[in-house]
Nanobody
Framework: QVQLVESGGGLVQAGGSLRLSCAAS????????MGWYRQAPGKQRELVAR???????NYADSVKGRFTISRDNAENTVYLQMNSLKSDDTAVYSC?????????????????WGQGTQVTVSS
């Protein structure tokens, strides 16, 4: 079992910045995928950014050039640096981590989600 703890959400004025953090804990053998999703009221959940073990990143078109995803492999932590925030960025942000628990001889896949952290951007 892998647990995710998110932090960094809050209230910020338009044009401001926030950094979200998501730390994974448990008997982790490997992490293959880390990503951030968001869901605004009345809208579908969308993938904001993702990063692979090798550091390959992808971003939603709406956040390209403003958001940056990164990871600390030693600490099993993924970050989302959000700059030039807009009102449209207001949403609940959740991290998702996929990988394997256990050992090289006894591995089990995991797919864990954080509880979500509120980001509110005021005009």
């Amino acid at each position: 079992q892998v647990q995710l703890v998110e932090s960094g959400g809050g209230l910020v004025q338009a044009g401001g910045s926030l950094r979200l953090s998501c730390a994974a804990s448990g008997s982790i053998f490997s992490i293959n995928f880390m990503g951030w999703y968001r869901q605004a009221p009345g809208k579908q959940r969308e993938l904001v950014a993702r990063i692979t073990t090798g550091g390959i990143t992808n971003y939603a078109d709406s956040v390209k050039g403003r958001f940056t995803i990164s990871r600390d492999n030693a600490e099993n932590t993924v970050y989302l640096q959000m700059n030039s925030l807009k009102s449209d960025d207001t949403a609940v942000y959740s991290c998702n981590v996929k990988g394997f628990t256990g050992t090289v001889l006894s591995r089990r896949v995991f797919d864990s989600w954080g509880q979500g952290t509120q980001v509110t951007v005021s005009s």
